[in-house]
């Protein structure tokens, strides 16, 4: 019997020798099939109308955002958005100062002026970008909720509180009021319209002008003078070069964050308006 044994095994030899050469001829085609379908199934292809629609409006938010942040007398058609914005800078300072061994004394907000966080410690190298850079990094998450109209349910509900925190710190004039609650006003009224549809049209404007808000901000420094020097001129001040050098630094690297919130919203949100209806109808249904 033992040779028949080892003609077994010759003859498995053979057979393992033979189907691992086929799989090493066939391997950079199985590879190069398996490539195609997941890239294909995977694609950042624009293929539904829902896509195409929030890319345009995206395009247009840009546009308008960047006339109405400067025009006298209309920019005031931003006050509440732009209360959030500097909201969400600040909120950068003060979390990345507290991670750094800081402590934050207080926070004013004032769509006039800007904001301004006061703290002790902190590394001012991280602490001073992080305003900026967190507000783009909220506004490039925004962005991406805004592909769908769940993911613009979920993002509503906390811009609705973020909104209600800003009077805390905010300035407490009659105006701040009365544009916060209407803005708060505007996201709950949108629930009740085409099942929330609307929403994702003002969570995409938040996002777009927190994303860019770097941006806004150094247009305001540099054109307008606001009373509050800019995060970039303090920067500039401590480790050299120029504020306007490190403001095109961060506005690049904000539009970099805002450009992977498009991309991400276009990976993960490829249904069309009815399958974002349908599914908006079995979360928090409104209508």
């Not at 058609?77 to 800078?89: C, D, G, N, Q, R």
């Not at 909220?138 to 109209?149: E, K, N, P, Q």
């Not at 994303?211 to 901000?217: H, M, P």
Request: some cysteine; glycine content about 8%.
């Amino acid at each position: 019997m033992a040779p028949v044994h080892a003609a077994n095994g010759v003859i498995s030899r053979q057979l393992v020798a033979s189907a691992r050469a086929a799989v090493v001829a066939a391997g950079p085609q199985v590879a190069k099939l398996a490539t195609r379908d997941v890239l294909s199934s995977r694609g950042l292809s624009v293929s539904s109308d829902a896509q195409k629609v929030t890319l345009g409006i995206i395009a247009v938010y840009v546009v308008v955002i960047a006339i109405l942040w400067n025009v006298p007398y209309v920019r005031w058609s931003l006050w509440p958005f732009k209360m959030l914005v500097i909201a969400f800078h600040e909120f950068g300072h003060a979390i990345t100062a507290v991670c750094t061994g800081g402590r934050v004394k207080s926070i004013s907000l004032d769509p006039r002026e800007g904001g301004v966080t006061h703290m002790v410690g902190g590394k001012s190298a991280i602490t001073l970008p992080a305003g900026y850079l967190g507000s783009s990094l909220i506004g490039a998450l925004l962005i991406f909720c805004g592909f769908d109209i769940v993911a613009s349910k979920v993002a509503s509900m906390v811009l609705g509180v973020c909104f209600l925190l800003t009077l805390w710190w905010g300035k407490r004039d009659w105006l701040t009021i009365l544009t916060v609650l209407l803005a708060v006003g505007l996201i709950v009224a949108c629930w009740f319209i085409v099942h929330a549809e609307p929403l994702r049209f003002v969570v995409l404007f938040i996002g777009v002008m927190s994303s860019l808000y770097s941006v806004w901000d150094i247009c305001d420094d540099l054109i307008l003078r606001k009373v509050n020097s800019s995060d970039a001129s303090v920067f500039a001040q401590r480790y050299g070069g120029s504020s306007q050098c490190w403001g095109v630094i961060w506005s690049i690297i904000s539009i970099l964050f805002m450009v992977a919130g498009i991309i991400a919203g276009i990976a993960a949100f490829p249904e069309s308006f009815a399958q974002q209806e349908e599914d908006s109808k079995n979360f928090l249904p409104t209508r």
